[in-house]
């Protein structure tokens, strides 16, 4: 199994922030465009800051990024620049997470940031062949009025593009449960939840997006570990995780993609998927994720066309473009100009 074959494989990606996908180049571009002073010389130094000992010290240098995101253009812009790397890696199908109250406590129109989303997205679709889901994270460590108050603004204005909503952002301390009523409302109004859930925060946490917002996926997840009865209730229900590995690496989750429990979720038969979360800051796309996943964790090739095949079967897709993909993907892995490794 070659990384050609693991790029070129058709995957979705289901865990993935567009804010973090803001390289340093285009940082500076955008800085430049709307006349933002960044704390940093050149995009040589920006980039060497991005080493942390935390989820937290992460979200820091994230959110200062965001300044530089101010117009409907730079949020299109930003998104293209996304899905033209996503293609490249072999992303046929993509749901991106977007935080809307990180623009908007900065007087930053909610309009502006999802027609300027949407309109790239429709554009992937078009000119790039990608299909695609927007879905709208709340934080979690602001208040439960807070996120109310975004969600009933968003059904005002942007309901049509909005699929789910989530939850994102420091997870110690801020509990799914605290968020219950507002997942409530949204699902009253038709939309879709998941939730980030057992990456820091314990495995109680990943309970708690199931009962009670009614998660269709855990974000993460990998702390189910710790508690052999949620396996056991994730395996019999499919709960779909959506892993980070280059991400969980670079936030101290694990100390090397070698401890990765990767591999370990998959052989409990859970359902695994593998996603970039923030790869302009964590070292990789999608892609990526896959490549140095296989090998640091000896993952076979059959093992890795099944996460790939999981990523459309944990998508929200309807019944027929469900079956294109997995089709897809069946042919692609079949197909006999594949590269393959013995024993693989």
Same mark, same amino acid.
């Given at each position: 199994?070659?990384?050609?074959?693991?790029?070129?494989?058709?995957?979705?990606?289901?865990?993935?922030?567009?804010?973090?996908?803001?390289?340093?180049?285009?940082?500076?571009?955008?800085?430049?465009?709307?006349?933002?002073?960044?704390?940093?010389?050149?995009?040589?130094?920006?980039?060497?800051?991005?080493?942390?000992?935390?989820?937290?010290?992460?979200?820091?240098?994230?959110?200062?990024?965001?300044?530089?995101?101010?117009?409907?253009?730079?949020?299109?812009?930003?998104?293209?620049?996304?899905?033209?790397?996503?293609?490249?890696?072999?992303?046929?199908?993509?749901?991106?997470?977007?935080?809307?109250?990180?623009?908007?406590?900065?007087?930053?129109?909610?309009?502006?940031?999802?027609?300027?989303?949407?309109?790239?997205?429709?554009?992937?679709?078009?000119?790039?062949?990608?299909?695609?889901?927007?879905?709208?994270?709340?934080?979690?460590?602001?208040?439960?009025?807070?996120?109310?108050?975004?969600?009933?603004?968003?059904?005002?204005?942007?309901?049509?593009?909005?699929?789910?909503?989530?939850?994102?952002?420091?997870?110690?301390?801020?509990?799914?449960?605290?968020? =219950? !009523?507002?997942? +409530?409302? &949204?699902?009253?109004?038709?939309? *879709? $939840?998941?939730?980030? #859930?057992?990456?820091?925060?314990?495995?109680?946490?990943?309970?708690?997006?199931?009962?009670?917002?009614?998660?269709?996926?855990?974000?993460?997840?990998?702390?189910?570990?710790?508690?052999?009865?949620?396996?056991?209730?994730?395996?019999?229900?499919?709960?779909?995780?959506?892993?980070?590995?280059?991400?969980?690496?670079?936030?101290?989750?694990?100390?090397?993609?070698?401890?990765?429990?990767?591999?370990?979720?998959?052989?409990?038969?859970?359902?695994?998927?593998?996603?970039?979360?923030?790869?302009?800051?964590?070292?990789?796309?999608?892609?990526?994720?896959?490549?140095?996943?296989?090998?640091?964790?000896?993952?076979?090739?059959?093992?890795?066309?099944?996460?790939?095949?999981?990523?459309?079967? =944990? !998508?929200?897709? +309807?019944? &027929?473009?469900?079956?294109?993909? *997995? $089709?897809?993907?069946? #042919?692609?892995?079949?197909?006999?100009?594949?590269?393959?490794?013995?024993?693989?």
């Amino acid at each position: 199994m070659t990384d050609a074959f693991l790029t070129a494989l058709p995957k979705a990606e289901l865990h993935l922030h567009i804010e973090g996908t803001l390289e340093p180049e285009l940082m500076f571009e955008l800085a430049a465009r709307n006349r933002v002073e960044l704390p940093y010389p050149d995009v040589d130094t920006l980039r060497r800051a991005y080493v942390f000992d935390d989820l937290q010290s992460f979200l820091d240098l994230y959110y200062a990024g965001c300044r530089v995101l101010l117009t409907e253009c730079d949020f299109h812009d930003l998104t293209w620049a996304y899905l033209e790397r996503a293609r490249d890696q072999g992303v046929v199908h993509a749901e991106i997470f977007f935080d809307p109250q990180t623009h908007t406590a900065r007087g930053v129109a909610l309009e502006a940031v999802v027609d300027g989303i949407a309109a790239a997205l429709a554009d992937g679709l078009r000119d790039l062949g990608i299909t695609s889901r927007l879905i709208l994270c709340f934080l979690r460590d602001r208040s439960a009025e807070a996120a109310m108050a975004t969600l009933d603004s968003a059904l005002a204005r942007r309901r049509d593009a909005i699929t789910a909503v989530g939850l994102d952002s420091a997870e110690v301390g801020n509990p799914p449960e605290k968020f =219950a !009523a507002v997942f +409530d409302r &949204a699902r009253a109004e038709g939309l *879709l $939840a998941v939730a980030h #859930a057992g990456e820091e925060g314990p495995a109680e946490y990943i309970v708690q997006a199931l009962d009670l917002l009614n998660a269709r996926r855990i974000d993460h997840g990998v702390r189910c570990l710790d508690d052999d009865r949620l396996v056991e209730r994730l395996v019999a229900e499919r709960v779909p995780l959506t892993v980070c590995p280059l991400s969980n690496v670079r936030l101290r989750v694990f100390p090397d993609l070698a401890s990765h429990n990767l591999r370990a979720l998959i052989e409990r038969g859970l359902v695994v998927t593998i996603n970039s979360d923030d790869p302009a800051y964590f070292g990789g796309y999608v892609a990526d994720n896959y490549e140095e996943t296989a090998r640091a964790l000896d993952v076979s090739r059959a093992q890795m066309v099944e996460l790939a095949r999981s990523s459309f079967w =944990a !998508a929200f897709l +309807d019944v &027929a473009e469900r079956d294109r993909a *997995l $089709a897809a993907v069946e #042919a692609f892995a079949s197909a006999d100009s594949s590269p393959r490794t013995s024993g693989a």
